[in-house]
């Protein structure tokens, strides 16, 4: 099993930034990709960017430019540095985990809220 957990949510004016970090315990060799998901009331979960144990990178159109996914794998950490943040960022983010054996962990979500 794998635990995640969020920090670094909250309320930004557009235009600001905000970094997000999550931190795996429990089985984390067991982890393959890391990344970041988005999930807007009303609407299916997104991705947002992932980050594999050797620095590969993928990010969603929407933030590719504004948003940067780095990983510590010697931590265990992952984090999401979001800049020049626009009110459609507004969500609630999670973190992900997924095993070697494509089974997906979820961090509990932080809200991150983006004002116009």
């Known amino acids: 099993q794998v635990q995640l957990v969020e920090s670094g949510g909250g309320l930004v004016q557009a235009g600001g930034s905000l970094r997000l970090s999550c931190a795996a315990s429990?089985?984390?060799?067991?982890?393959?990709?890391m990344g970041w998901y988005r999930q807007v009331l009303g609407k299916q979960r997104e991705l947002v960017a992932t980050?594999?144990?050797?620095?590969?990178?993928n990010y969603a159109d929407s933030v590719n430019g504004r948003f940067t996914i780095s990983r510590d794998n010697d931590k265990n950490t992952v984090a999401l540095q979001m800049n020049s943040l626009k009110p459609e960022d507004t969500a609630v983010y999670y973190c992900?985990?997924?095993?070697?054996?494509?089974?997906?962990?979820w961090g509990q979500g932080t809200q991150v809220t983006v004002s116009s």
């Open positions: 992900n985990a997924r095993s070697w054996s494509m089974h997906d962990y």
């Open positions: 429990g089985s984390t060799f067991n982890i393959g990709a």
């Open positions: 980050i594999t144990r050797g620095g590969l990178t």
